[in-house]
């Protein structure tokens, strides 16, 4: 019989592979209807806003990938650590295509009751990913 916390990091790791599979059903089939997913100054409520928020991704992104770096469950909460990769081809947040890749780390941490997530809370590294993508320029680049 699978413990609490194999549990949960069976659903992380299933929403990983789902994202990078592109099966936003079975992404959704994770999350619970009211699932509240907190990204930077963001927040998405409800199931049908985070598939959305994903799919935004994937369309900016066509070729994103998730690369699982660390994952530590205890209970019900889940930290994980990963990499986002992935090349710039669509509009993303009002910035034109650029063709170029980012390769970005990322964390988060998700909360799961019975084999669902509820919250979601993550953090990207933004300024390297607009770096990236040639939106800006530090000072003494």
């Known amino acids: 019989m699978a413990t ?3 549990d949960a990091t069976d659903v992380f790791r299933r929403v990983v ?3 990078n599979d592109r099966d936003f059903d079975r992404f959704a089939e994770l999350h619970t209807v009211d ?3 907190h990204d930077h ?3 998405f409520h409800g199931v049908d806003a985070a598939v959305e928020h994903e799919q935004a991704l ?5 070729d994103m990938e998730y690369t699982v770096e ?3 469950t205890e209970n019900d909460r889940i930290a994980g650590r990963w990499r986002v990769t992935g090349t710039h081809e669509r509009e993303f947040e009002g910035i034109p295509p650029s063709d170029e890749a980012i ?12 084999g669902t997530i509820t919250e979601v809370w993550l953090t990207y590294d933004r300024l390297g990913m607009l770096q990236q ?5 530090l000072p003494g680049e």
């Open 35 to 37: 699932v509240v997913l």
């Open 103 to 114: 390769d970005i780390p990322a964390s988060g941490i998700f909360h799961v009751e019975d």
């Open 133 to 137: 993508l040639g939106v800006i320029e």
């Open 4 to 6: 609490e916390t194999q």
């Open 58 to 62: 994937y369309e900016a992104f066509p």
């Open 41 to 43: 100054d963001d927040e």
């Open 70 to 72: 660390d994952v530590l």
């Open 17 to 19: 592979d789902a994202l």
